[in-house]
Each structure stands twice: as structure tokens, then as C-alpha cells.
């Protein structure tokens, strides 16, 4: 009688450098797949319209956790904070600073200066927001 042969080789008949092989590529994708995982937690960190830290009259302030309202910064609504607008910008330079994340808009953020945005640099910003918000 004829036996047809395996089709895959067991473990123990496997040779040492074919198990080591495998195991490096079973390591190589576990290494990426954690690399990938964190990139993907640290999303808001990297694309946000809120600033990932203000330094404001001596006060350190994180506004990634915290919502503050515009009157916070001398504004005039008690309203949270527009980072975009350029009457807060200017109150908050004249007397502290803040760090921006990579790019500066969040899924949410509504644009409405168009006249100062050429279209060219308009579309990298929606193919990327796109890339990692989908």
C-alpha cells in the first residue's frame, strides 16, 4: 500500500535552522505589530488642534487633558479655547508660550480662513487626516 505524503512536517522533524527561521519571523512580526500598536495610541499626540503643553503666566497647563475657557488666556468668551484663533495666539505669546503637536488639526478641526490656505498645501493635510483617522 501506498501512503501519500505529508503535507506539512511536524515539529519534532523540523530542522534547527528552519524552527530558528521561524521563530526570527514570528519576533520580527510581533516587533512590528506592537510598533504599529503604540504609533496608533500616539495618534493625538502627533495630529491635534489642541496644545500638547502652554506655559501661561507661570503656570504649566496641558490642554490635550484639560479643557480651559478663552478667558483663562484674557480672552473674552468663557467658551473652551480656539488654538487656531489669532487673537488667542497673540494673548498667549505675549506672556507664556505653547507647543503645537506635528500637524496642527484634529478630526474635528473646522477651517475658516480659506483665503489664506493655497490649495496645494490644503491637499496633503486632508489625504494624511485621512490616512489616520480611517
Known sequence: MIYPQKISQSAESQSFGESCVLRSLALVSLCLFVLILIVSLCTPLIANDKPLYVHYQGEHLLPMLQAYPETRFEGDFETPTNYHDPAVLKLIHQN???????????EQTLRIHWEQIKWGEMYWHDYFMRCVYR
Open 96 to 106: 507664556g508660550d505653547l507647543w503645537m503637536p506635528l500637524i496642527k488639526y484634529g
